[in-house]
Each structure stands twice: as C-alpha cells, then as structure tokens.
C-alpha cells in the first residue's frame, strides 16, 4: 500500500461541509492501494457546532493524528483554525512524513492557509504534494476594484499566497473544473509539471443505511397535509441569488397557484452557528412570500439532521448559479433520499443531464447572468409540469447507474488513478 497523508484542519466531529470532502476520501482510498492518514486540529478547538454522530461513518482503522490550537482572542483577531494551528500542523507534519514515509501529501482547501503547507513541507522533506480545491480560493471579492480597499488587499493577498502554494504542487484537483483551470491559467507553467482533474462530493450510500439505525426525527418542520414541501438543505451560492429572484418573482406574480407550497431553506445563513443570519428573508419578505411561501432556518444543523429533514421532504430543491460549475453531489444526496428533484441550473452544468438520463427529478435550465429572465417566464409552466412528475413518482423508477460516476468510492477511484500517474520519489 502506498501512503498518503491529508492536512484538514476540520473533521468529524466537526460539522462543516468541507469534513465530508477528506473523510469520504479517506474512507475508500485504501480499495484503490492507498492507505490514509489524516492530520487534522483537535475537536475542542472548533468553533462551530459538534456532531458526534459523524465519527459513527468513518473507518475504524483510520489513522487520525490531532493536534492542538492557539485559541480565539477577544477581540477576535484570528479566526481561521488553519492560521490559528498552522505551526501545530506543520510540525506533526513534518514528524509524520519523517517518520513513516509518506508517498504523498494531498491538502484540500479552505482553510486557504493550510495550502501553504504543501511547499513548506516540500521543501523540508521533499514530499510530493497536490492541493484540492473545495471552494476557489483567487477570485473577485465584492469592492475588490477599489484600489487600496480592504477587499483590494485581500484579493491582491489571496493572488501571492496562491502562487506560492502550487509553484511546486505535483497535483491539482477540485469539485469542479472551474474551480481549478484558473490556477493554471495564472501559473501557466504548472501546466508541464502536475496532473490534474476535478471531482465532485461523492454520494454514499452507507450514511443512508447508518441513519437507519439512528432514532432522529425533524424538528425544523413536519409534513402538512394538502402542503408540498420543497426543501433546499446547504449554503448559498454567491450567485445563485440572481436565479433565485427570478423564481420569487414568478411565484409572487402566480401566489394563488403557490398557495399549497413552500419551499423551505436549511442551512442557507451567512454564518454557520447564527440562527439570526438569514440569507433568503430579505429576498421572500421583498416578494412578500415570507412565512407564507418562503421559510429558512439560517443555522448549520447536523449532517444527519439534514438527511432526516430531507426524508420529510415531498422534494429536493437544488438551485444552481449563473456560473456553471455546479456539480450533482446534492443531486445524488436527493437520490439516496428517494425524493423526487426540481433543479433549475446552468445549462452547462454537468447536473442537467444527470437528472434528466436518470428520471430523478426534473431541471429547468438557464445559459448564464444574460438569461435570467427566462426563469421568471417560465419557471410557472415548470413548476405545473414538475407537480405533475412528482404526483407520479416512484424511487424504484430512477436510474440509479446513472449516479454510479458519482458515488463516493468512484470519486475516490478518480482521485486514484490521478495520485498513481505522479512519478512518486524513491524510498
């Protein structure tokens, strides 16, 4: 077996997105001949919500190294714990790769400073290492073109850190090939020195067979009788909000056929433990669909919470963005919880056919930022035909091999094939 060590500062039993991303690696690599090692922080030094549920899904004989964490200062200075254990990390880093000869190094990303690690531990052991991007880390930040400004100086800061972190990366990956390309593009010599491909969440079946043996009901909302719940259960895009508006705006304009819905936010606030950070109130209450229509519950809750209130779901709603790199791991996560799926996505997402091939849901699609208005016009008439699929939905009729590519394991198996390619040192 080769051997591989992953940094993620966050993991089971913390309750953020990004620990899904490791762990499922983690729980399947070593079918592929890599045997994982993860070296995270200590769970009394996270911040956010602890679910101890979570370590009921991963292996038990994963390799699990913590480290400790300078704490959260009042005023809160340093928040990111990639920052705030990034000396911790480097060092048992360092002593892990001495002394068990680790093949490779892989850091998914954010926390964005954990990147730095790759090149510092480069150059210190001379291990090879990839960098796998859950969210961009270089982008447009809202004012960024506003010379000398705050969000100036973090984007001009994101650039550097970026660059010095792959100058000497072996491997590049992300959620989705959007993600990543525009590394490349502006370090155009990566191109000749590293492999690359891109990945999405993998679905796995076996959260859904372990949250059998779990007594856990929803607690946010219950089945109404005469009422159709749409459920949309995780974070917000950053552009998703033009699409999602679009669909405000045609529901407010037809409420009385709207009457018997609602289309219920989970998860979807601006901060992960604050019940008050409400992302989707201001945009219901300006179409006055909220409390009627609308309802979020901002807070982050449990992965396994989430899979319960889908359960209680009539359907999954997915809502993609204006860019199209969405990529079908909520899609799946709706299959494996035997509701029927509305998306409305770009037409270049890699969803809509996936969707549409499996008869698992139905998808109105939408070319980019130039074609929001056609949401508005049609998402009504989409909305009737999608009621219409729903009344006759049976889980046993999806496609499911359609979904294979995008289980856990074969997304893992991806992740394989890319790590065998690298020419690995010799022991």
């Known amino acids: 077996m080769k051997k591989i060590l992953i940094i993620y500062p966050h993991f089971p039993p913390s309750n953020l997105a990004g620990v899904h991303r490791a762990r499922l690696f983690s729980q399947h690599l070593h079918e592929f001949g890599w045997e994982p090692t993860i070296l995270t922080v200590k769970e009394e030094f996270y911040e956010e919500a602890l679910d101890y549920n979570l370590t009921k899904l991963l ?151 372990i949250l059998k043996t779990l007594s856990l009901k929803p607690y946010l909302f219950r089945k109404k ?88 779901a009539d359907a999954v709603f997915i809502l993609g963005s204006t860019e199209p790199h969405y990529t079908p791991s909520k899609t799946y996560q709706g299959v494996l919880s035997e509701k029927p799926i509305m998306a409305i996505l770009h037409t270049d997402s890699t969803a809509v056919d996936i969707i549409r091939k499996s008869a698992a849901g139905q998808v109105l699609d939408f070319n980019g930022e130039a074609d929001i208005e056609s949401i508005t016009n049609s998402f009504f008439q989409f909305y009737k035909r999608f009621i219409l699929f729903m009344n006759k939905f049976e889980p046993c009729n999806v496609n499911r091999e359609v979904f294979e590519l995008y289980s856990a394991k074969a997304v893992t198996g991806k992740l394989s094939e890319l790590l065998n390619k690298i020419p690995l040192n010799e022991k």
């Open 59 to 209: 292996p038990a004989d994963l390799k699990i190294e913590k480290v400790n964490s300078f704490g959260i200062t009042k005023p809160r200075l340093i928040g990111d714990i990639g920052l705030r254990a990034f000396f911790q990390l480097y060092k048992r880093a360092k002593d892990l790769i001495n002394e068990n000869n680790y093949d490779f190094l892989y850091i998914p990303i954010p926390s964005f400073y954990c990147a730095l690690l790759g090149p510092l531990l480069h150059k210190k052991t001379k291990i090879k290492y990839g960098i796998d991007y859950i969210d961009p880390w270089v982008h447009k930040f809202p004012g960024s073109e506003k010379m000398f400004s705050r969000a100036w100086l973090s984007a001009k800061i994101a650039n550097a850190l970026e660059k010095y972190s792959v100058k000497n990366a072996s491997l590049i990956t992300g959620v989705a090939e959007g993600y990543y390309l525009p590394v490349i593009q502006r370090n155009p010599h990566l191109s000749s020195q590293l492999i690359s491909g891109a990945m999405p969440y993998g679905g796995e079946v076996t959260d859904h067979q």
């Open 225 to 312: 009788a005469g009422k159709k719940l749409f459920v949309y259960a995780g974070a917000m895009l950053p552009k998703a909000y033009q699409p999602l508006e679009a669909i405000f705006k045609s529901i407010a304009a037809n409420r009385k056929e709207f009457i018997n819905t609602e289309y219920i936010f989970i998860g979807s606030g601006s901060r992960a433990n604050d019940p008050e950070s409400y992302n989707i109130k201001p945009l219901a209450e300006k179409y006055g669909l909220w409390n009627s229509v609308v309802f979020e519950f901002p807070q982050r809750i449990p992965y396994f919470d989430v899979l319960v209130h889908l359960q209680e």
